[in-house]
């Protein structure tokens, strides 16, 4: 049974950084199946970064190029470097595993139920 548990969260000025890992568990086959997706207050669930079927990062437009997905397999963790955050980007980040990956996008919707997700506020 696969779990994954989102940390690394918490309160940050506009600019600043921060990494949010997710730990996996269970019977997960590879750490690029895991992709990170937010809630923005008053949002629907999006997806933030993932990796398409060759292995690739991919992103939404709003964090390109601002925004790092990067996995450790041995680690069993999937890291989600965040820099120059802006107040929008305030949300609750969850990571979950999407229903299908083709070669240039990853799926908004997934696989596992929501975790309790990390809230990342960004404010000065």
């Known amino acids: 049974q696969e779990q994954l548990v989102e940390s690394g969260g918490g309160l940050v000025q506009p600019g600043g950084s921060l990494r949010l890992s997710c730990a996996a568990s269970?019977?997960?086959?590879?750490?690029?199946?895991v992709a990170w997706y937010r809630q923005i207050p008053g949002k629907e669930r999006q997806l933030v970064a993932g990796?398409?079927?060759?292995?690739?990062?991919t992103y939404s437009n709003s964090v390109k190029g601002r925004f790092t997905i990067s996995g450790d397999n041995v680690k069993s963790t999937v890291y989600l470097q965040m820099s120059s955050l802006k107040p929008e980007d305030t949300a609750v980040y969850y990571c979950?595993?999407?229903?299908?990956?083709?070669?240039?996008?990853?799926?908004?919707?997934?696989?596992?139920?929501w975790g309790q997700g990390t809230q990342v506020t960004v404010s000065s």
């Open positions: 979950n595993i999407p229903i299908f990956r083709t070669m240039l996008t990853v799926s908004d919707t997934v696989r596992l139920g």
């Open positions: 269970g019977s997960i086959r590879s750490i690029q199946t």
């Open positions: 990796f398409t079927s060759t292995g690739t990062p």
